[in-house]
């Protein structure tokens, strides 16, 4: 059986590298400045999203936490809302999956802290409920979102990136793409 993927395989490359260019640069020097104004206000960053979404969150957070300030006095601080596996089994049964990390926010959350949510559709329940949440504590949101942006790009456009494209692997292999992008502008930013 000669199994041939040699098109689709470049297709979804060339998909991803044209998706990639659309991004928007200037949204990503914005959250650059947004994390260096926490890092340098010592602020807990609050970071979640639901299935591969959580998956780039909890490894922004080993990024960012270890691989950026391992070696430096003032340290990054931030926090994955969907690694406490108990917490949101306990919030998702009792109460609802709508609230499985605005109830995990209210206990942490401090004015000036930031809080980051990921949702490749931008329509996640969860992921809006929190962010408004965060907004009403009047503290910094920013969003990542992918499709058409969805409820998140529509609540505040200025702190998010959007990813625009009708595809959900696309969408978070770009979301991965701007962490570490993030990540090495930063490291080289704070060790020069």
Partial sequence: ????????????????????DKIDK?????????????????SHIFIFGNGGSGMTASHTVCDFNKGVCLDLERKFKFICLNDNIGSILAYGNDISSEDIFVLQLKNYLNPGDLVIGISGSGNSENIVKTIEYARQAEVDTFT?????????????????????????QIVEDCHMVVFHMLMRIIYNYLHK
């Fill in 1 to 20: 059986m000669n199994m041939d993927f040699f098109n689709e395989i470049e297709r979804y490359k060339d998909e991803l590298k044209e998706t990639i």
């Fill in 26 to 42: 200037k949204q990503i020097n914005h959250f650059i400045e947004v994390l260096l104004k926490h890092y340098e206000a010592e």
């Fill in 144 to 168: 990542l979102c992918g499709f058409d942006g969805g409820k998140l790009k529509g609540m505040d456009s200025t702190n998010c990136i959007h990813v625009p494209i009708h595809d959900m």
